[in-house]
Structures are given as structure tokens and as C-alpha cells.
């Protein structure tokens, strides 16, 4: 049997692809940078908060870590506008990534500030500072530092479930080579390409968030 492979049928639609890793990246960025503030205030409220809003938060979490994300996609694109509430997929794909980055994000960060000692706490206190500046310059940090590998896959899961987000037709990597092997009919080429390219992506995720956190978030 020849196998007659053209990836020069996908490669020459690199407009398209491009814009789709864009879309992909473009994505991902906002859902972490909105994702990991929500993780932070639900892991606070999950670990110090008033009973009521750590029964509420968790709650969210459960919800979320216990249903698949295209349900949830889906359910912010198809169900809410039966409420009236209609979105665009780009919105509705954003939201879904946020939440689902968030749920995971408040258990992997509050393990990290359960594990804090308990002295440092108090030696926070004992400099006069509030509850939240405790939280915020003696708790965080190193809390973050303990958890940041996991943290970082996190992210990549949730880049790479962006994927899921093509089937409500927002411009992703994967919606891009859907599109172009319906067009050329060259389905194994466009999904090696796409393949690799998630790779690349996943990579270079990794690569920036291991340099990002020591350097901007939690310190060396």
C-alpha cells in the first residue's frame, strides 16, 4: 500500500494555522491570568475564610473538578442563553477556561498555604501586620514556590483542553486544522501539524512559567 503524504497542503495554509495558535495562546493567557486570581481568592477563602463562603467555594470547586470541561463549555454557550444570557464563543470559551483553571488552581495553591509553619504566621502578626498583608507578603510567596510545578501543569492542561473549544467555533489551533482538512480532505497531515504545534506550545508554556514564577511571582 503507498502512502501518499502532502503536508505542504496544510503548511501552505499557515495564515490560518497561525492565527489559530494565536487565538490558542491569546486564550490560555487571559484564562491563566484571571484563572490563577481566582484560585488565590477561593484557596484564601477555602482555608480562612467564614464557614458560609468556604462551604460556597467548595461547592464551585466540586462542581467543576467532577464535570467534564466540554459539559461546562457547552453549558455557558448553549445553556445560558435559554436565561437569556447569550456570548460570543471567544467570551464563552474564556469563561469556561477561567473557572476550570480556577476550581484546580484553589486546591493545588490551598495545599500549598496549609502547609505553611505555623510560626511564620504569627511572626507576621507580630510586625503589625493585617490579615491580609500576612496573606498577601508572608503566606503567599512561598506558598506559591512549594506549589508551582503543579500549578504549571495545570496551565498546560488547560491550554491543551482550548482544543475543546473549537466545537463551538471559536478560532483555535485544533478549529483551524478541522477547517483545513475539510477543505483538502489531508486529515492525518493536519492533525500531525496541529500535534506538533500543541507541543511546541506546551514547551514553550512550560519554559516561560518556570522563568516567569521565581522571577516575578514568588521570589528565587
Known amino acids: 500500500m503507498q502512502i501518499d ?31 490563577l486570581i481566582l484560585g488565590i481568592a477561593c484557596a484564601w477563602a477555602r482555608a480562612s475564610g467564614p464557614v458560609w463562603l468556604r462551604w460556597l467555594v467548595g461547592s464551585y470547586v466540586e462542581i467543576i473538578r467532577n464535570t467534564p470541561f466540554i459539559v461546562q463549555l457547552f453549558f455557558i454557550f448553549f445553556g445560558l ?15 469556561a477556561m477561567v473557572l476550570n483553571l480556577g476550581a484546580y488552581a484553589t486546591e493545588i495553591i490551598r495545599a500549598g498555604i496549609e502547609n505553611t509553619p ?8 507580630s510586625l503589625a501586620l493585617s490579615r491580609v498583608q500576612v496573606f498577601v507578603y508572608v503566606v503567599l510567596p512561598p506558598a506559591l ?8 501543569s495545570q496551565c498546560i ?3 491543551l483542553g482550548s482544543a475543546v473549544c473549537g466545537q463551538i467555533a471559536t478560532e483555535e489551533l485544533s478549529y483551524a486544522a478541522n477547517v483545513i ?15 506538533l504545534l ?23
Open 81 to 95: 442563553p435559554s436565561l437569556g444570557v447569550r456570548l460570543s464563543p471567544e467570551v464563552a470559551s474564556i469563561i
Open 118 to 125: 505555623r510560626g511564620q504566621i504569627e511572626a507576621g502578626h
Open 157 to 159: 492542561i488547560v491550554m
Open 181 to 195: 482538512q475539510a477543505r483538502n480532505f489531508r486529515t492525518f497531515e493536519a492533525y500531525i501539524v496541529a500535534t
Open 145 to 152: 514556590k512549594r506549589v508551582w510545578p503543579a500549578l504549571v
Open 198 to 220: 500543541y507541543l511546541l506550545l506546551a514547551g514553550g508554556l512550560r519554559r516561560v512559567l518556570n522563568w516567569a514564577g521565581p522571577k516575578f511571582i514568588f521570589g528565587s
Open 5 to 35: 503524504l502532502n503536508f505542504w497542503a496544510i503548511l501552505s495554509q499557515w495564515p490560518f494555522l497561525l492565527k489559530g495558535v494565536a487565538w490558542t495562546i491569546g486564550l490560555t493567557a487571559i484564562a491563566m491570568f484571571i484563572g
